[in-house]
């Protein structure tokens, strides 16, 4: 069995079924880890990737890599991109690996096992953009124990990390302090 292979097969087991986005998130990874030297088969404790978007690739990243929400070393950013950046703490280098949507149009018109067959096999400069990036993780985004805490004087609830903001000379979590997501019943 390839590497490829195995890891397909170990994002697919994490997912739950195949699709296109379990395909791309693993070549993806292979992709980002290669070129950091890192091994997608060993813990990789200097590891925090940004995720651009939260569909199913981003288990594949999280299945192959082992960085997860919880860990604070897989990030999420809202972009809607089907792209990550992986970042080596240890040595500072990261890179960023984007889908290539050129041939994606093409794709639009098979089915979708010929889709996940061709995406797997595809040279990988066909679908996949590879960028040498710099990025500044803040202190509060490093995994570890908490870097500081709040209690928000609206809600009472604690806020770590330095996610709380000062409103008009008050402590306050962001739902309280700009608006909020949910609507308290």
């Known amino acids: 069995m390839s ?4 890891l397909f097969n170990k994002a697919k087991a994490f997912h739950g079924h195949v699709c296109p986005g379990i395909v791309l998130g693993t070549r993806l990874t292979i992709a980002g880890m290669r070129e950091l030297g890192m091994d997608p088969h060993e813990p990789q404790r ?3 990737v940004y995720m651009e978007i939260d569909r199913c690739g981003a288990d594949a990243v999280q299945a192959i890599t082992g960085c997860s929400l919880g860990h604070r070393s897989l990030k999420h950013k809202d972009f809607g991109k089907f792209a990550a950046t992986f970042i080596d703490l240890a040595t500072k ?3 960023r690996v984007a889908v290539h949507e ?4 093409e ?3 098979l089915d979708s ?7 797997g096999e595809c040279p990988e400069a ?3 953009k590879i960028e040498r990036v710099s990025i500044d993780i803040p202190d509060d985004d490093i995994p570890g124990f908490p870097h500081g805490k709040a209690v928000c004087s609206v809600c009472r609830e604690l806020v ?16 309280c302090g700009t608006k909020s997501y949910y609507t308290v019943l």
Do not use: Q, T
Request: hydrophobic share 40%; aromatic share 2%.
């Open 107 to 109: 794709h639009d018109k």
């Open 113 to 119: 096992k010929d889709v996940i067959r061709i995406l």
């Open 160 to 175: 770590m990390d330095n996610r709380h903001i000062v409103v008009d000379g008050k402590v306050m979590c962001k739902n």
């Open 3 to 6: 590497d490829y292979e195995v």
């Open 102 to 105: 050129k041939k994606r149009a």
């Open 46 to 48: 200097n590891l925090i």
């Open 93 to 95: 280098n990261a890179v």
């Open 126 to 128: 066909e679908i996949l």
